[in-house]
């Protein structure tokens, strides 16, 4: 067998969480952060294996879970470029709290994943 396409969720994610410095100085700064997000399907594609012809059947939005809870926890580096922006690269760990999937759904997942961010400041 030979999936016909990759499984994809795509979803808008609020989150919250803190950070905290660890090493501050005038120009440069680590930290750490941890929080919780909630995940909301946006959209979905794929497919899934099944015993019977045609062996596959499509996963459609309805089959996800409407609300997901994710949480992460990363290091960060700030370096401060000009007076008012800061260059920020992260890296998370995140997880999935449960499946992405509806009860009933033939496969159970448990998404554990690594993110990389680069995000640039503006400080007023």
């Excluded at 497919?47 to 990363?74: A, C, M, N």
Aim: aromatic residues 20%; proline residues 4%; neutral net charge.
């Amino acid at each position: 067998f030979a999936y016909r396409d990759v499984n994809r969720i795509d979803y808008l994610s609020v989150g919250l969480f803190a950070s905290a410095d660890f090493v501050k100085l005038d120009y440069f700064r680590m930290f750490a952060n941890a929080g919780i997000s909630a995940d909301f399907p946006l959209a979905c594609s794929g497919s899934y294996f099944v015993e019977e012809t045609p062996y596959h059947k499509d996963i459609t939005k309805d089959q996800t879970e409407s609300v997901r809870l994710t949480w992460f926890g990363g290091l960060g580096l700030g370096f401060k470029v000009g007076n008012h922006f800061e260059l920020v690269p992260e890296v998370h760990y995140r997880q999935m709290v449960g499946s992405p999937y509806r009860a009933g759904f033939p496969m159970d997942m448990r998404l554990r994943f690594w993110d990389f961010r680069l995000g640039l400041s503006y400080y007023f």
